[in-house]
């Protein structure tokens, strides 16, 4: 299969992780994210990322929490650059369970703290960082590279007038 360039085959469509994103901190924890992405022919897009945070284990406990993140901007596509501007306005995530040393408990407190957390003014401003990938666009594949970072991502739907 041909890879095309971009001005030659559209990205408008929607776009799915084709294998989890995996990133380990200093601490031991560990953020698991499978995003999805859709561009629409008008210039906007839609980012909804599903997410597994896990704390290092520890001693006396370890949680895990499973959120979702939706995210709504504009982007542009100049030859090979695609620049995402979020708007923070949009941005939301709710907490979809909450799991402590492999038990879910979705213990109220902790959901309703963690969701004040993700909903944060600190981070809706993080969400809100505008990002540029240079990628690569095939019949079937999108390729978003960021520095070292890659992520690969499925064609799972084609965006048509």
Not at 5 to 23: F, G, L, N
């Amino acid at each position: 299969m041909a890879v095309m360039t971009v001005q030659a085959q559209s990205i408008c469509a929607s776009w799915r992780c084709m294998q989890p994103m995996v990133q380990t901190e200093e601490d031991g924890s560990v953020v698991i994210q499978n995003p999805m992405y859709t561009f629409n022919e008008d210039g906007t897009y839609y980012l909804a990322n599903e997410m597994t945070m896990s704390t290092p284990p520890a001693q006396t406990m370890e949680m895990e929490i499973a959120v979702n993140m939706e995210l709504k901007g504009t982007y542009t596509l100049e030859g090979d650059k695609l620049t995402l501007t979020p708007n923070a306005d949009t941005y939301k995530a709710d907490v979809l369970s909450i799991s402590q040393n492999g038990k879910v408990t979705n213990n109220p407190m902790v959901k309703s703290s963690v969701k004040q957390m993700l909903n944060s003014k600190e981070a809706k401003d993080e969400a809100a960082e505008v990002s540029s990938f240079t990628v690569t666009v095939s019949d079937t594949m999108l390729e978003m590279k960021d520095g070292d970072e890659t992520m690969s991502l499925v064609r799972i739907s084609t965006i048509k007038n």
